[in-house]
C-alpha cells in the first residue's frame, strides 16, 4: 500500500539559511499533518491543512511556513534557520477521524 | 506537566515475555487514542486505534482504554526480538486535529 512520502530524507543547512521540505500525502488522505520530532523527544504537532485549507496550527515558529498545493502535496519553508530548528521533521496525512499514517521524515541539521 | 505521561525506561525483557506499557493523560476531552512503534531512524508506524474506552486486539497486541482513570495501555504477547523499538502513546480529542505524544517507551526484546 502507498504510503506517506517526504523528501528529502536528509538535508543539511547553515544557520540563517532557508530550506524546504516537501510531503506527500497517502492518495485520497484529505489532510496532511507536520511534526517536529527533538532528539529523545516525542513528535510536536506544528501545522495541519484539511483539503488545502490550514486547519489547526501548533507550536510553528513565526520563521516557517505550510502550504498544501492543488495536489495535495505540502510543502514545510524554514527560513532563517537556528541550531535548535535541527530536528526530524515527519509528515502525516489522514482521512476524516481515521488514523493519521507518518512518512519517514526529514532529518534536518543545522551547522 | 504534558497531557501525556509515558515513562521513557528503557524496558529490557526476554524473548518470549508479555510486555505491558502505559500511559496517563489529564485531559478528559480525549477520545481517540493511538500506540505508534518507532524503529530508529524511522516514523512512527501505527500498530492501534481506539475510540473511547474499551479493549482492541490484532494478533499478538492487545490495547486497553480506561477513560475513568485515565490510563491507556498496550499489551505486546510472546514478544520477538523484532518488537524492539520505540512505542509511543497518542491521542486527540474529538474534532481536534493534532495529535498529543507520550514520551515514548524505549523498549528492547532479547533473544
Known amino acids: 500500500a502507498a504510503g506517506v512520502i517526504q523528501s528529502p530524507r536528509h538535508l543539511i543547512k547553515e544557520k540563517r539559511e532557508t530550506a524546504t521540505l516537501k510531503c506527500y500525502p497517502i492518495p485520497r488522505h484529505d489532510t496532511v499533518y507536520w511534526y517536529q520530532q527533538g532528539p529523545g523527544q516525542d513528535p510536536q504537532f506544528l501545522i495541519s491543512?484539511?483539503?488545502?485549507?490550514?486547519?489547526d496550527k501548533g507550536s510553528i515558529p513565526d520563521r516557517f511556513s505550510a502550504q498544501q498545493f492543488s495536489d495535495y502535496h505540502s510543502e514545510l519553508n524554514m527560513s532563517s534557520l537556528e541550531l535548535g530548528d535541527s530536528a526530524l521533521y515527519f509528515c502525516?496525512?489522514?482521512?476524516?477521524?481515521?488514523?493519521?499514517?507518518f512518512g519517514d521524515g526529514t532529518r534536518l541539521s543545522i551547522l | 506537566q504534558k497531557e501525556v505521561e509515558q515513562d521513557p525506561g528503557p524496558l529490557s525483557v526476554p524473548e518470549g515475555a508479555i510486555v505491558s506499557l502505559n500511559c496517563t493523560y489529564s485531559n478528559s476531552a480525549f477520545q481517540y487514542f493511538m500506540w505508534y512503534r518507532q524503529y530508529s531512524r524511522k516514523g512512527p508506524e501505527l500498530l492501534m486505534y481506539?475510540?473511547?474506552?474499551g479493549n482492541k486486539e490484532d494478533g499478538r497486541f492487545t490495547a486497553q482504554v480506561d477513560k475513568s482513570s485515565k490510563y491507556i495501555s498496550l499489551f505486546i504477547r510472546d514478544s520477538q526480538p523484532s518488537d524492539s523499538a520505540t512505542y509511543l502513546c497518542a491521542t486527540r480529542g474529538e474534532g481536534a486535529q493534532k495529535l498529543v505524544f507520550g514520551q515514548g517507551t524505549r523498549l528492547t526484546i532479547n533473544p
Open positions: 491543512f484539511y483539503e488545502k485549507m490550514q486547519s
Open positions: 481506539t475510540y473511547s474506552s
Open positions: 502525516a496525512s489522514g482521512l476524516g477521524d481515521q488514523p493519521q499514517h
